[in-house]
């Protein structure tokens, strides 16, 4: 029996949102957790450590929640049942190797709104078995929504949910600066905005069998003020040109991945 359920290497912005949405949903309490990180910070309760290996050779499960170029200049000895990477861009095979934990490795992609527990997570298809992929499911879960994909796809996930909310603030910060534009205060301007990106989506996830296109076209009656902006992103090819954007993501994610 290991001393701590839980352990994180790295305790930073995503081990911090993580432990906060594993103690709300009360999976684990502080006394089972740990954290390492190099300077030991204050941990609201959690043990933390500066010696990694001390910790990972006590934590049943271990959370790599460190920077990828971090991992890759540090030795960890790491006798975990199961290593869960949430690292961008480092697969579970070379993971697996450079700790001697082959076949023990889950990887996980969760995106940046995880820190307000509205994320979501895309966890890699593994050979281990139901009790270890249920705990992991569960750690997420309480900070995201989760789906499991196979691993071949995470360029592809990248360049969607964990590159998506940069994509998401993008079109945000346009839509208040046409506000701003149009003559309306910066601060309305912005709440109006985010109030109706909400607002849309949950449209969209209440309606799962209508296609996008009819929600669209719903708002946009015949020589109505909604069509005349739609036509401006139909002639500017605004589709293509985010499709463009996400394929540049999904290389830039290979190439990191295969060092090309
Ligand atoms: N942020 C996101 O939304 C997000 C989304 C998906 C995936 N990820 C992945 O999650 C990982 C963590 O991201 P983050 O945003 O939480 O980064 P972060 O806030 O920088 O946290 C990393 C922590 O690791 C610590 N650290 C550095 N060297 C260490 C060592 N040798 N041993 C133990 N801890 C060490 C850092 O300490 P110092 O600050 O003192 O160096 C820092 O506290 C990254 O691999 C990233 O790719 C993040």
Redesign the pocket.
Known sequence: MKKYKLGF????????AIIGGILKSGILDRSQIAT????C?EADGIFCTSD?DYFAGNCEYLI?????Q??KS?EIKCTADCVIS????VDSASIGEKLGMQGKVIRV????P??IGKGATVIAENTLDKKHNDFCCAVFESVSEVCVLPEEKFDAVTCVS?SGPAYAYYFAKAMIEGGVVNGLDKEIAKKLTLDTIIGACEMIKANPDVPLGLLISNVCSKGGTTIEAVNVFENCQMDKIVIDAMTACRKRSEELRTGK
Do not use: C, E, R
């Not at 290497?9 to 911090?16: C, E, F, R, T, V």
């Not at 390492?36 to 300077?39: E, I, N, R, T």
């Not at 790599?64 to 990828?68: A, E, V």
């Not at 992609?109 to 940046?112: G, V, Y």
């Open positions: 290497i790295g305790y930073g912005n995503m081990a911090k390492a990180d190099p300077l910070k990694s790599l929640s460190i920077k990828p971090v991992f540090i949430i690292m961008a861009g992609m969760p995106n940046t995880a820190q964990g």
